[in-house]
């Protein structure tokens, strides 16, 4: 008898966007006249940079002629773009990562949900709430919590964010190895500053534990003073792997393209306290269970470090700041506390009632979509996130259309 993983069953099915897409359904055809602008989803709308484009055209006409033809390429990535990598986002920055320290993968939802497989089932998990869910739902996948109460598994450690501590989660009372971090982050839209961020890092380093540290939306941090990657932070280099991806950066949600950092030195333990090098393992991991990211998709992401590719990215996300920037002084000005829309393309706002009350006010009231706060978490309840991931236009038509319906 075939019998199944029963870590599977523990998993609350995720009904968020579920239920977001069934009210929203219900809303359209109530009212098919109206458009609904939708500001939930956290995905980008505006096609990739030109510089970009060419690039994937030509690796695609590399690929039709015998002389230039790739079949496999390397696992952990080319060459050509782990090293700029390395001396673009790290180097650059004063971080010491060097190009072999990058594994390139198809996306950050797969790595930040693969790592915790080099790990032990034993180790105490810290996950933020609000949290992005793929962190705690590979956890449970793999039996390393019990089941779910009142939305929260048992085993692991919850950090919470909440609006006395900006959502940067105090260090957790209770010992954990594996922690993760998302800055900026996905819900709330919260950055942390190096002081912050070093915190844990020095948690870490004295506790033997390691951070999980997801940095997706890096790329729209405009504060020189916020850190742009963990590596700038003293002593990381031991006790940080980092997640980026190319999906945010540049516009490559569809094409698939993002780095997990794993450097040499970063270590975790066996039953017997001997240490051994996580980069191997995930090398091995990686190598075992990946075929590479196809080679016309590495060239496209190549070109983001070109100078074209670098100032046409920068405009793109430019454009999504301003949206963010739009929505917070919008929302804002209505009397709503916001965090986020700042380094960030998220606006996290205290709506002082229910999510879903007021997702279905903004839905039933503005036609627009936002995202149910407590979708990410029980610390996510009073709060909706709004996404700047929409035109310009959209956007404004959006922040005038919740003006009147909250004056009306
Ligand atoms: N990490 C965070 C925090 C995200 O919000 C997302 C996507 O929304 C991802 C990772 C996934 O990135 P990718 O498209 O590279 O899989």
Not at 92 to 107: K, L, N, V, W
Not at 363 to 386: D, K, M, Q, S, W
Request: with cysteine; aromatic share 10%; hydrophobic share 40%.
């Amino acid at each position: 008898m075939i019998k199944i993983n029963e870590s599977y069953l523990k998993l609350q099915a995720s009904y968020l966007f579920i239920d977001i897409a069934r009210r929203v359904q219900a809303f359209q055809a109530a009212h098919p006249e109206k458009e609904i602008i939708k500001l939930g989803i956290g995905d980008v709308t505006h096609p990739l940079p030109d510089a970009c484009i060419q690039a994937f055209h030509q690796g695609v006409d590399e690929m039709a002629s015998a002389a230039t033809f790739r079949g496999y390429g390397p696992e952990q990535g080319y060459a050509f773009l782990r090293e700029k990598i390395a001396e673009h986002d790290f180097q650059a920055r004063g971080a010491d990562i060097a190009a072999d320290e990058i594994f390139i993968s198809d996306g950050a939802k797969c790595d930040t949900g693969n790592i915790q497989e080099i790990f032990s089932q034993e180790i105490r998990i810290a996950v933020p709430d609000p949290v992005y869910p793929v962190y705690v739902d590979t956890n449970v996948m793999a039996g390393r919590t019990g089941a779910a109460e009142e939305g929260r598994y048992k085993g692991l450690v919850y950090l919470e964010g909440t609006r006395e501590n900006g959502f940067i989660p105090a260090l957790p009372g209770e010992p954990v190895d594996l922690i993760y971090l998302c800055y900026p982050n996905n819900p709330t839209g919260a950055t942390i500053t190096r002081e912050q961020l070093k915190v844990w890092v020095d948690y870490a380093r004295e506790n033997r534990s390691l951070i999980l540290y997801d940095a997706a939306y890096e790329a729209f941090i405009r504060d020189p003073a916020l850190p742009r990657t963990i590596y700038e932070i003293e002593g990381a280099r031991e006790v940080a792997i980092e997640f980026r991806s190319f999906s945010k950066t540049a516009g490559f949600t569809g094409t698939r393209c993002a780095f997990t950092v794993v450097p040499k030195v970063c270590t975790a333990y066996d039953t017997a306290g001997e240490k051994h090098l996580v980069h191997a393992l995930w090398n091995r991991r990686h190598g075992t269970k990946f075929n590479g990211v196809s080679y016309p998709v590495q060239k496209a992401a190549e070109a983001v470090y070109s100078p074209e590719g670098q100032a046409q990215a920068r405009a793109l996300i430019d454009g999504y700041l301003e949206n963010a920037a739009l929505i917070r002084r919008e929302m804002s000005s209505l009397g709503f506390d916001c965090v986020g829309g700042e380094n960030s393309p998220y606006i996290w706002v205290d709506g002082r009632r229910d999510s879903w009350a007021f997702f279905d006010l903004l839905l039933n009231e503005a036609g627009v979509v936002c995202t149910p706060g407590a979708g990410f978490g029980r610390c996510g309840e009073g709060y909706i996130r709004i996404s700047a991931f929409n035109s310009r236009d959209n956007v404004e038509a959006a922040m005038a259309r919740i003006r009147s319906a909250l004056a009306g």
